[in-house]
């Protein structure tokens, strides 16, 4: 079992910036990708960016240029920065653990950006 818990969330004006955290506990040698998605209510939740055990990172076509994704192995902790934030990037943020059998999500952050 792999326990996610995410921070950092909060508003912010538009322009402005946020860093999410996403702390992992139990199995966490078990873990291969990690990746931040998204989700607006009555939409489907969306991946933003995704970075492998390896470091190979990827990016939706809508964080790139802006957000930046990374992890401490060390501290079992996700993050991303997030900068030159928009209305449309209001959603709740979801961290997500991927191992060999099995996947994990945490409970979400919300980020409101307000214009």
């Known amino acids: 079992q792999v326990q996610l818990v995410e921070s950092g969330g909060g508003l912010v004006q538009a322009g402005g910036s946020l860093r999410l955290s996403c702390v992992a506990s139990?199995?966490?040698?078990?873990?291969?990708?990690m990746n931040w998605y998204r989700q607006v209510p009555g939409k489907q939740r969306e991946l933003v960016a995704g970075?492998?055990?390896?470091?190979?990172?990827t990016y939706a076509d809508s964080a790139k240029g802006r957000f930046t994704i990374s992890r401490d192995n060390a501290k079992a902790t996700l993050y991303l920065q997030m900068n030159s934030l928009k209305p449309e990037d209001t959603a709740i943020y979801y961290c997500?653990?991927?191992?060999?059998?099995?996947?994990?999500w945490g409970q979400g952050t919300q980020v409101t950006v307000s214009s």
């Open positions: 997500y653990a991927r191992t060999d059998y099995a996947a994990y």
């Open positions: 139990g199995r966490i040698f078990d873990v291969n990708d």
């Open positions: 970075i492998s055990i390896s470091g190979t990172i």
